[in-house]
């Protein structure tokens, strides 16, 4: 069984920076795309960065590129977002997700999820 875990989240204030972290364990390997989505009170969840299973390539939703930075280590399986110049609304709570597939930006196209973290800005 594969298990994420996620951690990092916190209360900034706005032009902060975080980092998350999700730690993957079980027989998960390199073999899966990691990503990032998050959800606010009342919306959707909604698609933040992914990172492929081979040669790291990157993919950001446009409200965070150039902010947010996903990376990850497969020698300690564990997958990073480092997020710069928080805003209000990146207030959310933040979930880590793997998948085997190949649609990174929907939330659909993953087949595990961790519990969330909470990443709460104020402005």
């Known amino acids: 069984q594969v298990q994420l875990v996620e951690s990092g989240g916190g209360l900034v204030q706005a032009e902060d920076s975080l980092r998350l972290s999700c730690a993957v364990s079980?027989?998960?390997?390199?073999?899966?795309?990691m990503g990032w989505f998050r959800q606010a009170p009342g919306k959707e969840r909604e698609f933040v960065a992914a990172?492929?299973?081979?040669?790291?390539?990157?993919y950001y939703a446009d409200s965070v590129k150039g902010r947010f930075t996903i990376s990850r280590d497969n020698a300690k399986m564990t997958v990073y977002l480092q997020m710069n110049s928080l805003k209000g609304e990146d207030t959310a709570v933040y979930y880590c997700?793997?998948?085997?597939?190949?649609?990174?930006?929907?939330?659909?196209?993953?087949?595990?999820w961790g519990q969330g973290t909470q990443v709460t800005v104020s402005s």
């Open positions: 990172i492929s299973r081979n040669f790291g390539i990157t």
């Open positions: 079980g027989r998960i390997g390199s073999v899966y795309a």
């Open positions: 997700a793997a998948t085997r597939g190949y649609e990174l930006r929907f939330v659909g196209g993953y087949d595990y």
